[in-house]
């Protein structure tokens, strides 16, 4: 029947309509209202331009943490339908996904490199993780992040979004992998779109939402297969 597909059209037509809402008003989300005195001294409202100020600006990164690092704790479980089916396909609902019996547990420390006013900020990031279940290896990469902070709705809920380039190693090939991959995956591109959930305002912590993929980025790292993983975590900031 057609009734998986209608939910993942459905699903598209959504997140369609949340990105327009949330960038349309862009003035609201990056800007702040001040209050003048007009001529007539009656208060009117007027846009501080901070939106017309924001600038490139980078962070010393080997100063101590001020605000401006991450250190995240996530679980996840294998998920066997590919991005190209997430992503192109339109499966976008995770429980019409198909999972297998790895789980992952990971832990990763990450600092803002560059921001663009509230709007944009770059974050590398090196992490660590575990296999459970089905496989037992250990996973190392390192990545760079660019992410998307403001949102109409961050005075409800703080929102970002985020994604990744980088490179990921596996201690060594489990049977999983030796199947799918058609060379050798231990070393493998990390590729990994996240949201980010938190209370509005100056919060210390969010909630991680996260898709853990390492794959061959299309012969970039070799003829190999997709491997990924639906964390859940919590970051704290410091």
């Not at 976008?92 to 560059?114: H, Q």
Request: charged share 20%; proline share 5%; with cysteine.
């Amino acid at each position: 029947r057609n009734h998986p597909d209608m939910i993942n059209r459905c699903t598209w037509l959504v997140l369609f309509l949340t990105f327009l809402i949330a960038f349309g008003p862009i003035d609201a989300a990056a800007g702040n209202t001040a209050i003048d005195g007009g001529a007539d001294g009656v208060s009117e409202p007027s846009q501080a331009p901070a939106d017309k100020s924001a600038s490139w600006r980078s962070y010393d990164i080997w100063s101590p943490c001020s605000g401006d690092c991450l250190a995240t704790a996530a679980f996840g479980r294998y998920v066997e339908t590919s991005m190209t089916n997430i992503f192109f396909e339109l499966e976008l609902v995770p429980w019409e996904w198909d999972y297998g019996d790895i789980n992952f547990a990971s832990l990763t420390f990450g600092r803002k490199l560059a921001d663009y006013g509230r709007f944009i900020s770059i974050e590398p990031e090196v992490g660590l993780g575990k296999r459970f279940g089905d496989a037992d290896e250990y996973e190392f990469w390192g990545a760079l992040y660019l992410r998307w902070n403001p949102f109409y709705w961050d005075h409800i809920i703080d929102t970002s979004i985020a994604a990744s380039t980088g490179v990921s190693y596996a201690s060594r090939n489990n049977e999983l992998e030796a199947d799918r991959a058609k060379s050798n995956a231990t070393w493998l591109h990390y590729f990994s779109p996240e949201i980010t959930l938190a209370p509005p305002g100056d919060s210390s912590f969010s909630f991680v939402i996260r898709l853990h993929h390492r794959s061959g980025a299309g012969g970039v790292f070799g003829e190999s297969g997709g491997f990924q993983y639906l964390m859940f975590g919590l970051r704290g900031h410091f």
